[in-house]
């Protein structure tokens, strides 16, 4: 019996992943001022410990990232293009994200990505402006997208 406990305390080989993941963004949320060596080898770190991580800890290392002062640019881009599930805290939140990075997001934006930029409170003109743009472009595809919907049913 005290063997299985034992076992308890082992952390399984999925989980060592998550826990790398979490220290790194922890340990990187602790710098007051991250400097630009500091920015890089976190962006370098992080999207391979992200990729190996579970479903749960990606979710709350975005959180914990949409709370930062600095992330580096390459790592907000990576995290905005994830699915809406994981992103959306960090786009409806993050002050990080410049303009051009949610300018970047809406260019290939799926509409519940577009959806997560329009829901943040400190949007700018050309941000507005993109959205508006977004938006008519959608409306205008759903027509053609009904059409090849139709003449797939029907073959």
């Given at each position: 019996m005290a063997d299985r406990f034992r076992e308890l305390e082992r952390p399984q080989s999925g989980r060592q992943k998550d826990i790398v993941l979490m220290a790194t963004?922890?340990?990187f949320e602790?710098?007051?001022?991250?400097?630009?060596?500091?920015?890089?080898q976190f962006a370098?770190?992080?999207?391979?410990?992200?990729?190996?991580?579970?479903?749960e800890a990606r979710r709350q290392a975005v959180a914990a990232l949409s709370r930062c002062r600095?992330?580096?640019?390459p790592t907000a881009r990576f995290l905005a293009r994830q699915p809406i599930g994981v992103a959306a805290?960090?786009?409806?939140?993050s002050r990080v994200l410049s303009d051009e990075t949610l300018l970047a997001i809406l260019a290939d934006a799926s509409p519940d990505h577009a959806r997560a930029v329009?829901?943040?409170d400190d949007l700018s003109p050309r941000l507005v402006e993109a959205l508006v743009g977004h938006h008519r472009s959608a409306r205008s595809r759903r027509p053609a997208?009904?059409?090849r919907?139709?003449?797939?049913?029907?073959e």
């Open positions: 963004v922890s340990s602790s710098l007051a001022r991250p400097g630009h060596s500091d920015l890089r370098e770190l992080f999207e391979p410990l992200y990729l190996a991580s579970s479903e600095a992330i580096p640019e805290i960090l786009i409806t939140g329009a829901l943040r997208e009904a059409a919907n139709a003449e797939a049913a029907e």
